[in-house]
């Protein structure tokens, strides 16, 4: 059976999205099966997985929600697949107010692929709204990205609270599990450095190393549509990468890649 692993940070820009994507890419490449679900209306991983322009795919994410035959997953590349995402899921509750047990949408849609995969990611918005909610009561793990300063380091707490939430209740996810806090975007300098040890202090065993080291040419293959292996296969950052999807991948396998 598969895992359900969500990313997420109440704040933008932090790196989530380019996070989740090297990661699935280093778990494929290690000859995982690796599912995307972008959860996100702008999009992003959508457009750093898929050869497809935003009007070629045949049915999104929020396609799914309002109809589950609509539930489409595209081969985005080897051991990669995904369900995209579009602008309009951002109107997803309003679209889904009258849904009954609408928080269980996204469980409702994995739970019969997930033996089908090794690793299914969940790219969550930047937000704590409905959409944040239905990832984390899928989920089987937790894993929170963030750039080392004040207002990310606000948004990951704001996450952990809302799973500390989930997890307490036992008719939503109580087995969902934190497996990972990692830095993104690092630049040496002593805010840096206080909020690495912050972090590190709080999020204790949850904490994962290396920290992620600022990297123009993460933003290059993203715009690019190329993976960060293959536009930078010896670069320090791609290294690191690597050294924590071995990392997280075994926490949430439990056994080594």
């Not at 309002?66 to 995904?82: C, G, P, S, T």
């Not at 309009?88 to 849609?109: H, I, K, Q, W």
């Not at 937000?127 to 937790?142: K, Q």
Request: neutral net charge.
């Amino acid at each position: 059976m598969g895992k359900i692993v969500c990313f997420a940070n109440n704040k933008g820009g932090v790196g989530k999205t380019t996070t989740a994507v090297a990661l699935g890419y280093a778990w494929a490449r290690m000859g995982k099966k690796v599912l995307f679900v972008d959860l996100d209306s702008q999009a992003n991983l959508t457009a750093m997985v898929s050869p497809l322009a935003p009007d070629e795919h045949e049915a999104s994410i929020r396609d799914a929600f309002l109809d589950k035959n609509q539930f489409k997953i595209e081969h985005a590349a080897d051991h990669v697949d995904l369900v995209p995402s579009e602008l309009s899921l951002s109107n997803f509750d309003r679209d889904t107010a009258s849904v009954t047990g609408r928080e269980y949408l996204l469980l409702d849609l994995l739970k019969p692929v997930k033996s089908k995969y090794d690793f299914i990611i969940i790219d969550c918005p930047p937000a704590l709204g409905l959409i944040t909610y239905n990832a984390l009561i899928a989920s089987d793990n937790l894993v929170m990205v963030a750039t080392p300063d004040g207002l990310a380091y606000q948004g990951m707490v704001m996450v952990a609270n809302l799973y500390a939430d989930v997890k307490s209740n036992p008719r939503l996810n109580p087995d969902l599990v934190l497996s990972g806090v990692i830095i993104s975007k690092y630049e040496r300098n002593k805010l840096s450095d206080m909020y690495v040890e912050k972090i590190k202090s709080e999020m204790g065993d949850a904490f994962i190393e290396p920290v992620l080291t600022k990297a123009t040419k993460i933003a290059q293959a993203g715009s690019f549509n190329q993976n960060i292996y293959d536009y930078d296969p010896s670069g320090k950052v791609t290294k690191q990468y690597l050294e924590i999807a071995k990392t997280l991948g075994k926490r949430v396998s439990g056994r080594k890649l």
